[in-house]
């Protein structure tokens, strides 16, 4: 059964600070491995996408990489401010499958 | 602005009610879904589809139905509601599971009392 897991539940920082989320998956099929953000009372918002032939991608602040031996994904972000707190889920696409697999998510906080 | 719309944000049901969730897309996506996501749990999946015509059980489909009879359309009918389906529900589409860009609606809190 496919199964993705996000460590810490919850993250608080300074603002400033560089930090990682991570997030693990049980499968190495895997097809695709999606970062979103959601703030609190709103939907889902698309923030990387990282095809199993790739190792990383790169948005802005934002770097997430993947590595299918060892079913990690992190998601790096850089210099961090207030305006990135929200809370943050991984997801997964399995080869042959259409089904998006959600992690619980990490809620991050980042004090001025 | 072009996305996805769901309908309605907010709504009670008493028990043994039914509705149906709307969601509309106009981004011309193929694949839509409905994902429930209960306090601490993550997103689970219910139904999607992946074309007019052709849907599909996700993880969580009981008590639950659907339909996608056009591209832009895929409303999620409950049928005799329960307190277990006290929930958010989120609709959300894509173009493919390649290019992702998933977009997601704003979400529907329904309760059922």
């Known amino acids: 059964k496919q199964e993705v897991t996000q460590i810490p539940a919850a993250l608080s920082v300074p603002e400033g600070e560089n930090l990682v989320l991570n997030c693990s998956f049980t499968d190495s099929a895997i097809y695709n491995l999606q970062w979103f953000r959601q703030d609190p009372g709103k939907g889902l918002t698309s923030l990387l996408l990282i095809q199993s032939s790739q190792r990383e991608q790169t948005s802005g602040r934002l770097n997430a990489s993947l590595d299918k031996s060892s079913g990690r994904s992190t998601l790096y972000i850089a210099a961090s401010q207030p305006g990135d707190s929200a809370t943050y889920l991984c997801a997964e696409i399995q080869g042959g499958s259409e089904k998006l697999v959600f992690g619980k998510g990490t809620k991050l906080t980042v004090n001025p | 602005n072009a996305g996805v719309t769901q309908t309605p944000k907010f709504r009670i049901l008493k028990i043994g009610q039914s509705m149906t969730l709307q969601c509309a897309q106009d981004?011309?996506?193929?694949?839509m879904y409905w994902y429930r996501q209960d306090p601490g749990m993550g997103l689970k999946l219910i139904y999607y589809?992946?074309?007019?015509?052709?849907?599909d059980k996700g993880e969580v489909p009981n008590g639950y139905n659907v339909s996608r009879s056009t591209t832009e359309d895929f409303p999620l009918r409950l049928e005799l509601a329960a307190p277990s389906q006290t929930s958010v529900y989120f609709c959300?589409?894509?173009?493919?599971?390649?290019?992702?860009?998933?977009?997601f609606g704003s979400g529907t809190r329904l309760t059922v009392v």
């Open positions: 959300a589409s894509s173009y493919s599971r390649d290019i992702g860009g998933y977009t």
């Open positions: 589809s992946v074309g007019a015509g052709i849907t």
């Open positions: 981004m011309n996506h193929n694949y």
